[in-house]
């Protein structure tokens, strides 16, 4: 639907914003998902031109994605148009060799059908995708697409290869939606399991001990038995032993 394209447009936008704020990024995958959307970079070491000393791979900050959607919002403003184009697998092979993305040959290879589409921003950007997106960038409502935190990823899942920087973002059809959603974030927060557990007294998490490892306090422990109590009359009362 209209919104899935629109967040699927803006994963790309991103991208091509990243890479243009720091263009030693490299690109994996960037899907759409419930909210909003993310994208995969992997930041290689890279050398100081000027002592040819080696600089750490980069660790995106806060401060980082605010150069990024700034970045979104004059692409956006250039009004690009965002094309479909099918190429042979022998010239995605090409194009991506000449761009020095290794990520994307592993993708390509993993693409079974043919020809191989790719979608292009203007000629400034383009990326493997099936598609579908919206007719040109200038069809984002910047003011409604929010980046909102950084995370880890190993590529392909698998803790032996690189490890990724996944950027997480939301995007809706106009700011009232935005607001909407912030608000009921906001809302789920405060009902999240572990305030409440910690505020009304009912079990405490400790770290040290495990993460995720739940230690009942009296008053948890009668909800937990209570709640227990009730699931084993119910499987019983409806014939299960």
Not at 90 to 105: Q, S, Y
Not at 127 to 145: N, Q, R, W, Y
Not at 172 to 181: G, S
Request: hydrophobic share 35%.
């Amino acid at each position: 639907n209209d919104l899935l394209k629109l967040r699927h447009s803006s994963a790309h936008v991103m991208a091509m914003a990243v890479q243009e704020v720091f263009p030693e990024a490299q690109v994996t995958i960037g899907p759409w998902i419930d909210n909003g959307f993310y994208y995969d970079f992997y930041f290689p070491e890279t050398t100081d031109p000027e002592t040819g000393d080696t600089v750490p791979s980069r660790k995106l900050t806060d401060q980082d994605l605010k150069q990024v959607k700034k970045r979104m919002d004059k692409i956006i403003g250039k009004n690009y148009p965002i094309e479909r184009e099918e190429v042979t697998r022998e010239e995605a092979r090409r194009r991506i060799e000449e761009i020095n993305e290794p990520f994307k040959l592993e993708i390509l290879d993993s693409i079974q059908t043919e020809p191989i589409t790719i979608y292009k921003i203007g000629e400034e950007w383009w990326d493997l995708c099936a598609g579908p997106h919206v007719e040109s960038t200038g069809k984002l409502p910047k003011k409604a697409i929010q980046l909102q935190s950084v995370a880890g990823a190993y590529w392909r899942g698998d803790e032996k290869r690189e490890m990724l920087q996944r950027i997480y973002a939301t995007a809706w059809k106009d700011p009232k939606q935005l607001k909407q959603y912030k608000k009921m974030m906001v809302e789920a927060k405060k009902r999240d399991h572990r305030v409440l557990g910690k505020k009304l007294g009912l079990f405490s998490i400790q770290e040290d001990a495990g993460g995720g490892l739940v230690f009942w306090h009296p008053k948890g422990s009668v909800i937990r038995s209570n709640i227990e109590d009730f699931w084993k009359a119910e499987h019983t009362n409806n014939g299960y032993d």
